[in-house]
Nanobody
């Protein structure tokens, strides 16, 4: 069993930066692939970035060059550094950890990009 808690969201102006954190409790977190998803009001949840247990990363096109996902297995944490934020990045950001049939979600952290 893995529990995930996201933090670091908030209000930021366009062009600004935020760093989201996903802290995990439970055993075996380093074996999980971890992803950040987001859900904007009235829209479906969508993948933002993913990092494997080996540290390989993938990004969706709309965040490439702006967002960076990383993990620190000693701290049982995964991070999402978000730069050059745009109003369309406004959403609740969720952390997901997956391994075979195991799939865990956090409750999300709200990011609002507005002037």
């Amino acid at each position: 069993q893995v529990q995930l808690v996201e933090s670091g969201g908030g209000l930021v102006q366009p062009g600004g930066s935020l760093r989201l954190s996903c802290a995990a409790s439970g055993s075996g977190f380093s074996s999980y692939a971890v992803a950040w998803y987001r859900q904007a009001p009235g829209k479906q949840r969508e993948l933002v970035a993913r990092i494997t247990r080996g540290g390989s990363t993938t990004y969706v096109d709309f965040v490439k060059g702006r967002f960076t996902i990383s993990r620190d297995n000693y701290k049982n944490s995964v991070y999402l550094q978000m730069n050059s934020l745009k109003p369309e990045d406004t959403a609740v950001y969720y952390c997901n950890a997956a391994l075979l049939v195991r799939d865990y979600w956090g409750k999300g952290t709200l990011v609002t990009v507005s002037s």
